[in-house]
Protein backbone atom coordinates (compact mmCIF):
# COMPACT_ATOMS: atom_id res chain seq x y z
CA UNK A 1 0.00 0.00 0.00
CA UNK A 2 1.26 3.55 -0.49
CA UNK A 3 0.29 6.56 0.58
CA UNK A 4 0.15 10.03 -0.38
CA UNK A 5 -0.31 12.96 1.78
CA UNK A 6 -1.64 16.62 0.60
CA UNK A 7 -3.04 19.61 1.64
CA UNK A 8 -0.80 21.07 3.79
CA UNK A 9 0.13 24.96 3.91
CA UNK A 10 1.35 28.10 5.62
CA UNK A 11 -1.17 29.72 7.56
CA UNK A 12 -2.34 32.69 10.22
CA UNK A 13 -2.77 31.45 13.72
CA UNK A 14 -7.08 30.43 13.92
CA UNK A 15 -6.77 28.66 10.21
CA UNK A 16 -8.41 25.72 9.03
CA UNK A 17 -7.00 23.09 7.12
CA UNK A 18 -7.43 20.09 5.65
CA UNK A 19 -5.09 17.34 5.00
CA UNK A 20 -6.29 14.06 2.88
CA UNK A 21 -4.11 11.00 2.50
CA UNK A 22 -5.05 8.37 -0.61
CA UNK A 23 -3.92 5.21 -0.15
CA UNK A 24 -3.22 2.15 -3.44
CA UNK A 25 -4.84 -1.00 -2.83
CA UNK A 26 -7.95 -1.80 -1.73
CA UNK A 27 -6.68 -3.12 1.05
CA UNK A 28 -6.76 0.31 2.63
CA UNK A 29 -10.20 -0.84 3.07
CA UNK A 30 -9.06 -3.05 6.25
CA UNK A 31 -6.65 -1.05 7.96
CA UNK A 32 -7.11 1.38 10.80
CA UNK A 33 -5.41 4.65 9.55
CA UNK A 34 -3.68 7.65 11.26
CA UNK A 35 -2.16 10.82 11.39
CA UNK A 36 1.31 11.66 12.70
CA UNK A 37 3.23 15.04 12.76
CA UNK A 38 6.67 15.83 13.46
CA UNK A 39 8.20 19.54 14.64
CA UNK A 40 11.98 20.18 13.90
CA UNK A 41 14.43 18.16 16.30
CA UNK A 42 11.44 16.32 17.78
CA UNK A 43 10.10 13.29 17.68
CA UNK A 44 7.31 12.04 15.43
CA UNK A 45 4.04 11.81 17.80
CA UNK A 46 0.36 10.77 17.81
CA UNK A 47 -2.35 13.01 16.34
CA UNK A 48 -5.49 10.97 15.88
CA UNK A 49 -6.34 7.51 14.30
CA UNK A 50 -9.66 6.07 13.25
CA UNK A 51 -10.58 2.80 12.34
CA UNK A 52 -10.87 0.46 9.45
CA UNK A 53 -14.93 1.63 9.44
CA UNK A 54 -14.87 4.82 10.32
CA UNK A 55 -16.64 4.10 13.60
CA UNK A 56 -14.05 4.63 16.25
CA UNK A 57 -11.73 7.83 16.29
CA UNK A 58 -8.97 8.95 18.97
CA UNK A 59 -6.88 11.83 19.59
CA UNK A 60 -4.62 13.40 21.29
CA UNK A 61 -5.24 15.76 24.04
CA UNK A 62 -3.29 18.74 22.31
CA UNK A 63 -5.57 18.40 18.97
CA UNK A 64 -8.95 17.20 20.63
CA UNK A 65 -11.88 19.51 20.02
CA UNK A 66 -9.85 20.85 17.61
CA UNK A 67 -9.03 18.25 14.78
CA UNK A 68 -11.37 15.52 13.54
CA UNK A 69 -10.30 12.36 11.46
CA UNK A 70 -12.54 10.99 9.18
CA UNK A 71 -12.56 8.36 6.01
CA UNK A 72 -13.70 7.76 2.71
CA UNK A 73 -13.38 4.16 1.90
CA UNK A 74 -14.97 4.35 -1.35
CA UNK A 75 -12.34 7.11 -2.63
CA UNK A 76 -9.37 4.99 -0.76
CA UNK A 77 -8.96 8.40 1.41
CA UNK A 78 -8.41 9.51 4.84
CA UNK A 79 -8.47 13.24 6.26
CA UNK A 80 -7.63 15.62 9.24
CA UNK A 81 -9.79 18.64 9.39
CA UNK A 82 -7.98 21.40 11.22
CA UNK A 83 -9.23 24.51 12.89
CA UNK A 84 -8.56 26.61 15.16
CA UNK A 85 -4.66 25.98 14.38
CA UNK A 86 -1.73 27.47 16.65
CA UNK A 87 1.75 27.41 16.32
CA UNK A 88 2.53 24.11 18.24
CA UNK A 89 0.56 22.73 15.48
CA UNK A 90 3.29 23.54 13.00
CA UNK A 91 4.78 20.29 11.78
CA UNK A 92 5.54 17.84 8.72
CA UNK A 93 2.20 15.78 9.04
CA UNK A 94 2.45 11.95 8.06
CA UNK A 95 -0.39 9.59 7.31
CA UNK A 96 -0.02 5.89 8.63
CA UNK A 97 -1.80 3.02 7.79
CA UNK A 98 -1.89 -0.70 9.33
CA UNK A 99 -1.08 -0.84 12.84
CA UNK A 100 -0.23 -3.91 14.60
CA UNK A 101 -0.82 -3.88 18.57
CA UNK A 102 -0.78 -1.87 20.62
CA UNK A 103 -0.48 1.03 21.80
CA UNK A 104 -1.64 2.64 18.43
CA UNK A 105 -0.13 6.69 19.26
CA UNK A 106 3.56 4.23 18.93
CA UNK A 107 4.62 5.14 15.56
CA UNK A 108 6.73 1.98 15.38
CA UNK A 109 3.46 0.00 15.15
CA UNK A 110 2.42 1.48 12.01
CA UNK A 111 3.16 -0.55 8.88
CA UNK A 112 3.14 2.03 6.08
CA UNK A 113 3.53 5.75 5.87
CA UNK A 114 3.22 8.08 3.37
CA UNK A 115 5.01 11.45 2.54
CA UNK A 116 4.58 14.29 4.65
CA UNK A 117 3.03 17.43 3.87
CA UNK A 118 4.06 20.25 5.59
CA UNK A 119 1.83 22.52 7.92
CA UNK A 120 3.20 25.87 9.21
CA UNK A 121 1.26 27.95 11.63
CA UNK A 122 2.57 31.73 12.12
CA UNK A 123 1.93 35.17 12.03
Known amino acids: VQLQASGGGSVQPGASLRLSCVAS????????MAWFRQAPGKDRTFVAR????????SYADSVKDRFSISRDNSKYTVYLNMNNLKPEDTALYYC?????????????????WGRGTQVTVSS
Open 50 to 57: IDWAGSST
Open 96 to 112: AGQSSGSPFQDPSRWGY
Open 25 to 32: GRAFRSYS
